[in-house]
């Protein structure tokens, strides 16, 4: 069955940053577009950042610039760096794989690993 488990999550103040990682296992991760998602206390979840099979990045307005996603897939990782992080961007931090390689529509986005805490101190 398959499992993502995230880590990298916590307290920062605005302007810093943290990483996130995701490792993945019970898939073929390679066949998999990869994607993070967010959502804040009394939100939708909304999409941040995915990368797909050939390491293409697809990035939310609110985040281009700050945030970087990447794929490591001998080690069945994505990564998601957060840059110059603001309060807007508290939130509980998923990680999700499509079953599509190139993960270009939301529903495809099937399978969420159990989120990380990410609060930014104003």
């Known amino acids: 069955q398959v499992q993502l488990v995230e880590s990298g999550g916590g307290l920062v103040q605005a302007g810093g940053s943290l990483r996130l990682s995701c490792v993945a296992s019970?898939?073929?991760?390679?066949?998999?577009?990869m994607g993070w998602f967010r959502q804040a206390p009394g939100k939708e979840r909304e999409f941040v950042a995915a990368v797909d099979y050939s390491d293409r990045t697809y990035y939310a307005d609110s985040v281009k610039g700050r945030f970087a996603t990447s794929r490591d897939n001998a080690k069945n990782t994505v990564t998601l760096q957060m840059n110059n992080l603001n309060p807007d961007d508290t939130a509980v931090y998923y990680c999700s794989a499509a079953v599509t390689i190139t993960g270009r529509e939301l529903r495809d986005y099937q399978t969420w690993g159990q989120g990380t805490q990410v609060t930014v101190a104003s």
């Open positions: 019970g898939l073929t991760f390679s066949r998999h577009a």
